[in-house]
Structures are given as C-alpha cells and as structure tokens.
C-alpha cells in the first residue's frame, strides 16, 4: 500500500500532466470539489461563452445564502459557508504565474459583483516566499486580499481519504492509492449502510419518530457524498420528507433542514422547493 507521501507525489504528477492534454476544464472541475469540502461550499462555477461577457476572470464565485442566518452555522453544508463574497480564479499554466493570477484579479474587481477576497489556483508548486509575495503584490495592486493556493496544497488535500474520489475523476488515478486505512474510509460504513437501505426499503409503515429521523438522518448524510450512496439519494429524500406531516414543529424544522442540504449539496441544485 502507497504511503501519504507516495500518494501525494502521484497526484502532483498527475496534477503536472493536465497542461500537456489541455487538461483546463479538469482542472477546473477539480478544484471546485475541493473548494467545496475546505474552503466554501455555497459555490457557482462560472459558465461562458467568451462573446456573452465570459467568466469575467471567475472561474468560480460564492453565491449568497440566507440559509446559515436562518438555520445557524452547524451541519456538513452550512459549516462551510462563506460568509463573505469570494472569487476563484484557476489556470494550469506554468509560466509567468504572477502576471496571469493578476490579469485575473484586475478582471475580477473590474466588473461583477464586489468580492472581499480571491483565491487563485494552480497546478505547479510555488516556494511559500514567492507565493506570499506575488499575492501580496497583486493584493496591493487590486485592492482585495488574494491567496494563492499551488499543486502542493491541492495534493495534500486530495490525498485524504475524503476527497480521494477527486483524483480518480479528474486525475485518472486508479482507487487501489485511496488510503484505505484512513478512519473514515468508506469501507467501515459501507455495510452498515447497506443494512440500513436494506430495512427502510422493506419497512411499509412510514417515518414518525425522532428516532427514525436519526436513522434517516444519516443514511441520507452518507448518500448526499459522493459514493455508492448517491444513486439513493432520492429515496432517502422521500422517506425523510414523511416526518414533514409531524407535529413536532422543532423536528420539522431539522427535516427541513435536511433537505434542504440534500438539494443543495447532493443533487447540486440550488431550485429548492418550498417544504
């Protein structure tokens, strides 16, 4: 088995070879992942074409979100919201790193809505003094704090057992590298997952009590993630929203709650229907 390192060192090379295939989309696609599970998951990629205005340097946004004001701070969605506006800019350049992050930032702060941070992404590795000097001076230049952010960071993040499914997407990296030895590998809640699913599919009487709200609770955490729960994330969306009908108004609100995340984070769609 790969130790940390080795698999680190992967994901670097694989991070590298993006450049040589025009690997820009992956790349993209890939950081908006991890940006999602460490840095802000009210996200938006940005979309094109170039003649309609482009991505305006953005390569990705935050979006603004009433939710955590409503709901509080706490749960696997809202935990990681931003509270302020940030942009994302992201390239697999090589070279000339300094001039490209700063044409971005100056595309940033030039049009579209005010941002109070931005964060530049990308595949080469960049020595800590470099790279707190050229975000220093783009900051300075721009007027917004800027965080650079290169392939080593990205590797270090992707390497977890978390977020592994990130390299075998976007990377081609086969699964026999995941750390399965990591104390959340999704090997130690698969099977009881599966006997969950298992009981809620047989069981015809509906969902009540807070106790089956817990149960449901979790099994709909798990398939809201990436993984071999995702394809049931719809089932477990219907069983939660039987306890809607409760009169048990603090639980309405955490299935609600539930929900709504569900919308959100596992299906990746901010059309949230009234509950």
Known sequence: M???????QYILFALDELSARNGQ??????CQEVIRARVASNLVAATGPVNAKGD?????????????DELG??????????GEPAAFCMTIQKAGLAAKFLADANKIVADGE??????AFCTERIAVGVRHTDAADIAKEVGVPVEILDGKWLSEQIATNELFWVAE?????????????????????AAPYATA???W?????????????HDLRRCLRFANEPGEGRPDLPFWMDRLRQLLDSEDADLVLRVRYELIVAHIVGLRDLGVPPL
């Not at 790969?2 to 680190?8: D, E, H, L």
């Not at 305006?56 to 955590?68: I, S, V, Y």
């Open 169 to 189: 997407r976007y990377l081609d990296l086969p699964a026999e590298l995941r750390l399965d030895d990591a104390p959340d590998s999704e090997a130690q809640v």
């Open 201 to 213: 599919q047989a069981r015809k009487q509906p969902a009540v009590t807070r106790g089956d709200f």
């Open 114 to 119: 005010a941002v109070a941070r931005i964060y």
């Open 56 to 68: 305006q340097g953005r390569d990705a946004e935050t979006f603004t979100t009433g939710l955590q």
């Open 25 to 30: 989309y992956e790349f993209e696609n890939l």
């Open 73 to 82: 701070p706490h749960g696997p969605f809202l935990g990681k919201v931003s």
């Open 197 to 199: 699913r298992e009981h």
């Open 2 to 8: 790969a130790s940390v390192t080795q698999v680190r």
